[in-house]
Structure formats: C-alpha cells, structure tokens
C-alpha cells in the first residue's frame, strides 16, 4: 500500500523524458532547461544504453541546472540514490516498488510502468503508475487507445502517468480519461524546439484545469 510518499500532484502534471546523449551531455541539461522553461512539473532522466558512472553525472547536471522540478531516474536506483535525485522509474521487469521501498530512504519517489491492469497489483506500493503507449506512435504498433487509459486510470490506486504518442491535439482527451498527467519525449535530432512543444502542451492542461 503506497503511503503518501511525498509526491506532489502538480509534479506529474507534465514530465519531460530525456532518452538520448546523441547531443552530449550539455545538450540534454539544455534541453531540460528549456523544456522546464516551458512548462515541464517533473523530469525523467532515461539513459538505458550508458553506464551507471554517467547517469550519475548527467543526473547531478540536471539536479544543478533545474532544481526547480523532482528529478526521476529511470531503472537505475542506485545511480538516482547515488547522484542525490529526488526518484527512480521502474520499468515492468524491474524489481518490484514494494522491495525497494523497504530500502530506499523515506520520502524517496518510485514511479513504475504499467501496461495493462495485470501489473497494477504488483505496483500498489509506488508513488505514481505510467501508463501506456496510449498511442500508437509507429505504423503497427500497439496501444492502449482511450478506452484502454479510462480502464487502467480507474483501477489504480496512486496517479496514472499517460504515455505515448501524446501530442497537444490529443491531450486533453488523455485527460478527461483520469490521467494525473501527461508525459512527453524529448529528441535532441527533432525539429521542434523542445521549450515551444512543452508549452503548447502546457497551455493544453491550464485550459483543462489541469
């Protein structure tokens, strides 16, 4: 049973993902910048492919740059622990939030993904659950579609994360379905400036109410 932790509501309304070193590491921390700048509540920092030497590192830039927001590290607790961020993400292979809970430090934020109700049981003890793809994001690939958020929002027991595909012409259904908040991809070889795409996005949950 998750406790109440110290998660803020207002951190989850809009999390900004950074996925990539493709721009270096002052290129991430830039883009964070700006994407807090532009309205971003949280930031996930999800380096999947580096070791843990360097999560540690771009965690503690980041920590720096944007004290502003929780910092949430993807998969790797003890790079999050190490680098002094505010969490960590578990992915749905990773060790179960109620085992670690016992040993991480009160008040330190877990978040898991979920992508249908079958995991929602194991993930009661996290803070927040993430919830998707909602959309497909490539030709073939699967989704939870609305219907799919609607059902999975209403059986969780901590706020619902949405994920995938979400876009400002699509948000604000994703919210009218009970997510707490929306999340969105940063690409550092994307167009879009990444302030710009935050803030529309953002102008999407003020409208909402959100």
């Keep these: 049973m998750n406790a109440g ?6 951190s989850l309304r809009l999390v900004a993902i950074t996925d990539s070193l493709g721009d270096g590491v002052d290129g991430v921390v830039a883009r964070a ?3 807090v700048a532009g309205g971003a509540t949280m930031i996930l920092l999800r380096l999947k492919d580096e070791s843990p030497r360097t999560v540690v590192e771009v965690a503690r830039r980041l920590l720096r740059a944007v004290p502003q927001v929780p910092l ?13 961020a505010h969490g960590v993400h578990l992915g749905i292979d990773d ?22 109700a079958t995991h929602l049981d194991a993930v009661s003890d996290a803070d927040y659950v ?6 497909a994001r490539a030709a073939g690939s699967v ?7 609607s059902l999975l929002t209403e059986r969780s027991a901590v706020p619902v994360l949405a994920i995938g595909g979400i876009t ?3 948000a604000a259904s994703v919210l009218q379905r009970g997510a707490g908040g929306i999340a969105v991809l940063t690409d550092p070889l ?21």
């Design 95 to 116: 060790l179960p939030a109620s085992a670690l809970r016992r040993v991480v430090p009160e008040g330190f934020l877990i978040g898991a993904s979920v992508s249908d």
């Design 190 to 210: 994307g167009e879009a400036d990444p302030m710009r795409h935050v803030h529309a996005l953002r102008a999407v949950l003020d409208a909402t109410g959100r």
């Design 33 to 35: 910048a700006r994407m």
């Design 168 to 170: 400002a012409g699509n």
């Design 143 to 149: 989704a939870l579609g609305l219907d799919g958020l």
């Design 130 to 135: 993430a919830v998707g793809p909602v959309f």
């Design 72 to 84: 949430i590290v993807h998969d790797r607790a003890d790079a999050a622990l190490a680098a002094g």
């Design 5 to 10: 932790r110290r998660l803020d509501p207002a």
